[in-house]
């Protein structure tokens, strides 16, 4: 089956086509296309992303991208916007997008002016993330299944990011079977700007919390430490060059963080403190010069990555894990990867996944795969309506 997959959570725009097929024991991907629209360069003065300027954006940015994401999977095809005009259909779907007036105007502009393309369903976001960007997102997935009458798959973004790995880029060769299988069970880390949580994978869709960030995640610490030194948003790309430039040049420590909760024998995790023995140690230190900025930043990030090494180290001790995957925007750093990588010695019954590089932060194709795999699983809790009410269904927490 095609999926058509949005995603709005926060500042990133995408959309994807993937075609999907197979079954739990072997789910296979191919990407049709993809299109992102990123907001950093809009939220940079504000040193964080700005939720009501984020949805004015997805807004502007939905159609244009939906009609250059048709374009670019050979799905775009032009027809007379004559058979919706006239059945009752843009009545309610104006009343779907009534509180974005402009995304309406460009949905009867551009998108009653195209057939339907072949998009078996469309999965979207539904959360976690910031409500005002959700509810884009979401109501522009129901006019679009209201226009062709297709179920929509309301999908959670943090399982998203635990199937991002999924994706097989050597896929694209038909005959060659996908390599890529997560074997139960698994622990995953999830390490985003929201979340950082250890979870126990059971089976498919079988979650279960061991821990969690009693206060920031790891990502939120990369980047509020990344503005403590005066560095721009978003701060995780940013540390993570500095402290790969002072790993390889040798810069000499300046100052001694602490490895919060390490300790503590649980799942759990504290990044707060971290970030404000930074704040402290910075102060104390007056103007920082480039070499001292690149030695608090390789620390830093050394602190964070020794607690989830040693906690994920743990979890896969404790649950004999088959698979570790690793998802969220945080596993795009190079150092973390690498850390990871060599943990997996000590653990040669475990497979590591890492999602490739541009799967790690938000995209849309990691909300279709995961849309994908709840729909095998548990097709029951599927809706089969475009007019489905997502509201209803809530935010699902994993
Ligand atoms: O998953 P994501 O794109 O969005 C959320 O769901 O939150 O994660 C964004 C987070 C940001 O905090 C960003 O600074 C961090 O991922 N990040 C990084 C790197 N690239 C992005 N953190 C450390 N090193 C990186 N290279
Ligand atoms: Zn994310």
């Excluded at 690793?326 to 190079?334: K, L, Q």
Aim: with cysteine; glycine share 8%.
């Amino acid at each position: 089956m095609n999926i058509l997959s949005i995603e709005t959570s926060c500042d990133e725009t995408a959309l994807a086509v993937l075609e999907c097929s197979g079954n739990l024991s072997a789910p296979r991907f191919t990407l049709r296309a993809e299109t992102v629209a990123s907001q950093i360069e809009i939220h940079k003065p504000f040193g964080g992303v700005f939720p009501m300027l984020a949805k004015r954006e997805h807004a502007r940015n939905l159609v244009p991208l939906f009609m250059e994401l048709l374009q670019k999977a050979g799905m775009r095809e032009s027809a007379s916007p004559a058979a919706a005009l006239h059945s009752g259909i843009l009545e309610n779907i104006r009343m779907v997008l009534e509180r974005e007036p402009d995304l309406f105007t460009h949905f009867k502009e551009h998108i009653l002016t195209i057939k339907k393309p072949p998009v078996d369903a469309i999965a979207v976001t539904q959360g976690p993330g910031l409500e005002p960007t959700l509810w884009v997102g979401i109501n522009f997935a129901r006019a679009l299944g209201l226009l062709w009458n297709i179920p929509i798959l309301p999908t959670n973004h943090m399982e998203g990011h635990i199937m991002s790995v999924l994706l097989d880029k050597t896929d694209k060769i038909k005959s060659q079977k996908s390599k890529i299988k997560i074997e139960f069970p698994a622990v995953a880390l999830l390490v985003s700007g929201g979340h950082t949580q250890l979870v126990l994978v059971r089976d498919w869709l079988q979650y279960e919390l061991l821990g969690e960030t009693r206060d920031d995640a790891v990502g939120e610490a990369f980047d509020k430490v990344a503005r403590i030194l005066g560095l721009p948003y978003p701060g995780g790309p940013e540390i993570s060059r500095l402290a790969d430039e002072a790993r390889a040049k040798k810069y000499p420590e300046v100052m001694k963080l602490p490895r919060p909760m390490l300790n503590s024998g649980n799942y759990d995790f504290s990044f707060s403190g971290l970030k404000t023995a930074v704040l402290y140690g910075v102060k104390k230190l007056g103007t920082l010069s480039d070499e001292q900025r690149g030695a608090i930043a390789c620390e830093f990030e050394d602190a964070a990555i020794e607690v989830l090494l040693e906690k994920t180290k743990r979890a896969l001790q404790e649950h004999s894990a088959k698979t570790l995957v690793i998802g969220g925007g945080v596993v795009a750093n190079r150092y973390l990867r690498g850390k990871f990588t060599e943990l997996m010695r000590e653990f040669p019954n475990t497979t590591l996944l890492l999602p490739e590089h541009k799967l790690s932060t938000d995209n849309a194709v990691m909300i279709a795969m995961a849309a994908y795999v709840r729909n095998l699983a548990s097709p029951t809790d599927t809706p089969t309506s475009g007019v489905v009410d997502i509201v209803a269904q809530g935010t699902m927490k994993l």
